[in-house]
């Protein structure tokens, strides 16, 4: 989101960029194995693998919060068998630039709607209702944009998944399309 619009980067709750980024890729990478927060221990060896400089103590909060947003109601439906994970494509920025690169957390295909959800990690996510940060929506707008091209007779939904909470906010095509169109127009 940073290369599209200026983001208040410096982490959450006083943890830091570096830690708030350590503790994100945890939470991130025990989601994409879902089956793997079974065993503390199987998790906790994974952790090790992909977030070695992440603190000892903060391994069972990532845990938690993992295992939290798996007994939400809609996880059945986010991590079931029609979601991808990690799905990369190319972007064509809203501005003059290089394509960019970017990596859906997940994309459920129900065989009619696309259903794009990022996952976000942030300590302290907007309260319910709130509108989410303006570098979050340019990010789902570059992958709202990006799929509407390859699939032009595909509804596109968009939805951020905040783990702390957890919980899943749907959000607006038409507010995605609104900030990314912005974007277009300032450069």
Do not use: N
């Not at 038409?174 to 450069?187: A, E, F, K, Q």
């Amino acid at each position: 989101p940073a290369y599209l619009v200026e983001h208040d980067q410096t982490g959450g709750s006083g943890l830091g960029r570096e830690i708030a980024l350590l503790r994100g890729t945890a939470v991130h990478g025990l989601l994409e194995q879902p089956e793997i927060l079974q065993s503390a221990e199987d998790a906790s060896k994974l952790l090790s693998r992909i977030t070695p400089s992440l603190p000892d103590e903060m391994i069972p909060e990532a845990i938690a919060e993992a295992r939290r947003v798996l007994q939400m109601p809609e996880a059945s439906w986010i991590f079931g068998h029609d979601a991808l994970s990690e799905v990369s494509l190319a972007i064509d920025p809203p501005r003059p630039g290089p394509r960019m690169i970017g990596r859906i957390d997940r994309l459920i295909d129900d065989g009619q709607t696309l259903t794009l959800i990022d996952i976000k990690t942030d300590a302290q996510p907007p309260a319910a209702g709130a509108p989410p940060p303006r570098a979050y929506l340019a990010q789902l707008g570059a992958y709202l944009s990006a799929l509407t091209q390859m699939y032009p007779e595909r509804e596109i939904l968009a939805a951020l998944l905040w783990t702390a909470v957890p919980r899943l906010d749907r959000v607006p095509a038409s507010t995605i399309v609104s900030v990314y169109d912005s974007l277009r127009r300032s450069s």
